[in-house]
Nanobody
């Protein structure tokens, strides 16, 4: 089992940038495919980006493509989400998820607020 803790959220003006981190502890981080999701008030949780176990394959939601970059450092047991050109509609709680086989593990989330 892996434990995930997000950090790096906060308040930023539209057009600004933030970098989220997801620190993993427990079983080998490099064995997990990882992803970022977000949930805005009153909306369902939605997919943002994912990265495979080795970091050489990534995929993004259309809404963030070209603005967000997902990456990971297996030596540091950490995944990142660099968010640039932020928009008010990016406001949400951001969650990281780890998947190994049929099991999913979630962090507690970090709030991102983008003001116009």
């Amino acid at each position: 089992q892996v434990q995930l803790v997000e950090s790096g959220g906060g308040w930023v003006q539209a057009g600004g940038s933030l970098r989220l981190s997801c620190a993993a502890s427990g079983r080998s981080f490099s064995g997990y495919d990882m992803g970022w999701f977000r949930q805005a008030p009153g909306k369902e949780r939605e997919f943002v980006a994912r990265i495979n176990w080795s970091g050489d394959s990534t995929y993004y939601a259309d809404s963030v493509k070209g603005r967000f970059t997902i990456s990971r450092d297996n030596a540091r047991n950490t995944m990142y989400l660099q968010m640039n050109s932020l928009k008010p509609e990016d406001t949400a709680i951001y969650y990281c998820k780890g998947r190994r086989g049929a099991l999913d593990y979630w962090g507690q989330g970090t709030q991102v607020t983008v003001s116009s």
